[in-house]
């Protein structure tokens, strides 16, 4: 008698995980990203404002701001079976930048959040995983009353290659922000395979 395997008696899948950075500005919408998305209760390391922080935390732009992230923000998703993405939010301010040679040991790719009224606060973001070749997505966060733009405008105004996605999303919607972290490991993992295609000459 031949017995067949059911769906039921097939081993589990081990899902391949992946780590991947969520970088950007100062109050750009990092840690409300991970909480979007995040399948498990997010581990945010946020602390009030305070008098002491004033002359070296630059508020402006983001006046009703009174928190700010001083490690990290993790959180998990499944995007298949077998892939799950550990999410990892940076510090958005200058004192705190010490902590993201850590945040980015061993990430796929990462994800530069950007606020079309504050453009420049992505900048040191976008050099930071330039100059260490780490694959990444300019997510632009559509914040209400923020002017629009096309895509290009926004590569042109940060002066990216050709090859680096930029997409619309909205931090606090699930899944413009999936559609984002596809994008990143699409991303990566397009990079990945043109590194070791063989250069002919």
């Not at 997510?139 to 002017?147: K, Q, T």
Request: charged residues 25%; contains cysteine; proline residues 4%.
């Amino acid at each position: 008698m031949i017995f067949k395997r059911t769906e039921r008696d097939k081993a589990p899948v081990e899902p391949v995980t992946l780590k991947i950075l969520v970088a950007g500005g100062f109050g750009v919408g990092k840690t409300t990203l991970v909480g979007a998305v995040s399948e498990i209760k997010p581990l945010r390391t946020e602390e009030t404002l305070s008098e002491a922080g004033r002359p070296v935390d630059d508020t402006s732009g983001v006046a009703g701001k009174h928190t700010t992230t001083v490690a990290m923000d993790f959180g998990r998703i499944t995007l298949r079976e077998d892939l799950v993405l550990y999410l990892f939010g940076t510090p958005g301010q200058d004192r705190f930048w010490f902590l993201w040679d850590e945040l980015a040991t061993g990430a796929l790719g990462a994800v530069v959040l950007a606020d079309t009224r504050r453009l420049e606060d992505c900048f040191a973001a976008v050099d930071y995983f330039e100059r260490r070749s780490i694959p990444f997505v300019v997510g632009v966060n559509c914040f209400d009353g923020a002017n629009r733009y096309p895509a290009d405008v926004v590569r042109q105004a940060l002066d990216l290659d050709a090859d680096v996605p930029v997409v619309m999303c909205d931090a606090r919607d699930r899944e413009t922000v999936k559609e984002v972290l596809i994008d990143v490991v699409e991303h990566a993992m397009a990079a990945a395979a043109a590194a070791r295609e063989p250069v002919t000459t």
